[in-house]
């Protein structure tokens, strides 16, 4: 069965323990609805490896993100906006999808 969502290979412990439990992407990956069950690969290989509940899709702004946000992602505030400019260069209208491990 095809994968609804996939994350970099380097967070999947972390979300399969519960560390990261959002993940803030762009226009293009904003259509999820609350309590759409997604199942989720890596970016890498499109393997497979959780399902994930959507728990919220909050429109925002780089200048809006806080560490509560770096927190939700188990990084520093400072680590989050460099890893965001870094897949999104040039964007900054994006929006947090809140999640819950099932
Ligand atoms: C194709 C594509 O865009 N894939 C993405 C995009 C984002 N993210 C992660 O979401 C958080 C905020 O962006 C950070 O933890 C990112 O690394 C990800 O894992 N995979």
Do not use: W
Not at 7 to 20: A, T
Not at 41 to 57: A, R, W
Not at 67 to 81: G, I, R, V
């Amino acid at each position: 069965m095809q994968n609804d969502i996939t994350f970099y290979q380097r967070f999947k412990s972390d979300i399969l323990v519960g560390l990261k439990v959002i993940t803030i992407r762009d226009r293009s990956e904003s259509h999820f609805k609350v309590g759409d069950k997604l199942r989720v690969g890596t970016f890498e290989t499109d393997e497979y490896f959780c399902t994930i509940k959507i728990i919220s899709v909050t429109p925002i702004t780089l200048e809006q993100l806080t560490e509560e946000h770096a927190k939700q992602e188990n990084m520093t505030l400072s680590d989050l906006k460099k890893v965001i400019s870094d897949i999104y260069p040039n964007e900054n209208h994006f929006f947090v999808i809140h999640f819950s491990l099932l």
